[in-house]
């Protein structure tokens, strides 16, 4: 029996204006078909690797489509709910960052909102899968997205899948009264693999960020912060046995450095140092790590062969237009020959 990997989180449309007003006089603007797990499924179809999304979408012809599209990814979309009444949608300019506070979110009362627990056949959506990944997107949104996911990851783990999480912190969409720090341990302590940052660690699941780290911390003690900060999740979940870590910083005007570390068994293995003058965009790369991590660990690589493979899939990510990666193994194989 096949291997599957299902990924789980809200399909999303991204408007991507040019700004300018240019969208407006050319009555135009790219739509592009994402949302983070997608775009790990899409990484993970085109790498050959058998995988599934799973989100919920209204009962529409556009949600037709959208199935459609999928599939001709590779993507297995079949076991799709469908409930609710509208598809999330989020603006974001032409080259701009996620994390940068031009991005508009319109998610509240989608079909994916409206998920609570009871609503989903669990046994029928984790059939023949052995991989589960989400991240802290979905229970951004509601108690009741929280209590789904929890109650898939209880079933997840009844059934012996692994489960991995990205650390992925969007402060715009934490508004219903909860912090992430009161939600995502609750969620993490199910997790075999957890992907993030140290600042993510510390704003998502309490582990702090020694007062020592700053803009001008040398790479040595953002290493050495890495091993104490995935020791630390250990320690605190003690499911979890592979902990992934990513560094990007801009490199003005317009570049970026980048590396990673995974933390396993009680060793750190760091990728190479990747540069860049000019970024494409920004979007998806870090979706296209999480994807490269699940690549590797699934395919049985050893721990320096998955980060270095993450690495540069994310890496290779930042040259490419849209939210998913378009990369062959080939591809990001070559590329980090180039760095090695």
């Known amino acids: 029996m096949q291997k599957i990997v299902c990924c789980f989180g809200e399909i999303l449309l991204r408007f991507s204006p040019q700004l300018g007003g240019e969208w407006i006089k050319n009555a135009t603007m790219p739509v592009f078909v994402g949302g983070a797990e997608l775009n790990v499924a899409t990484a993970l179809a085109n790498w050959n690797v058998p995988v599934q999304y799973t989100s919920v979408l209204p009962d529409n012809q556009l949600s037709v489509e959208l199935k459609q599209y999928i599939e001709e990814k590779g993507i297995s979309a079949d076991k799709m709910p469908c409930f609710g009444d509208r598809i999330g949608t989020y603006y974001l300019p032409q080259g701009a960052d996620l994390k940068n506070a031009g991005v508009i979110y319109d998610r509240a009362h989608s079909a994916f909102w409206a998920l609570a627990p009871g609503k989903v056949d669990w046994d029928s959506i984790l059939e023949n899968v052995s991989w589960f990944h989400f991240s802290a997107i979905s229970p951004a949104l509601n108690e009741d997205v929280v209590d789904a996911c929890e109650e898939v990851l209880k079933i997840a783990k009844s059934k012996g899948i692994t489960v991995s999480v990205d650390l992925n912190y969007r402060a715009k969409l934490w508004k219903y009264g909860k912090q992430p720090v009161e939600i995502m341990p609750r969620l993490a302590q199910y997790c075999d693999v957890i992907m993030g940052n140290i600042w993510a660690a510390d704003w998502l699941l309490g582990i ?113 237009y849209g939210d998913a990666t378009k990369q062959s193994v080939e591809q990001v194989e070559n590329l980090l020959a180039k760095f090695l």
């Open 208 to 320: 702090p960020v020694d007062a020592s780290i700053n803009p001008d911390s040398t790479q040595e003690e953002y290493l050495a912060h890495s091993i104490r900060t995935a020791e630390a999740i250990q320690k605190q979940y003690p499911q979890c046995s592979v902990v992934a870590h990513t560094f990007r910083f801009d490199a003005p005007p317009k570049g970026i450095l980048y590396y990673t570390t995974l933390f396993t068994n009680g060793q750190q293995y760091v990728s190479p140092t990747f540069t860049i003058d000019e970024v494409v965009d920004k979007v998806g790369s870090g979706d296209c790590f999480m994807g490269g991590l699940i690549y590797g660990l699934y395919n049985e690589k050893s721990s320096q062969e998955v980060i270095n493979y993450a690495a540069a899939a994310a890496f290779g990510k930042l040259n490419e």
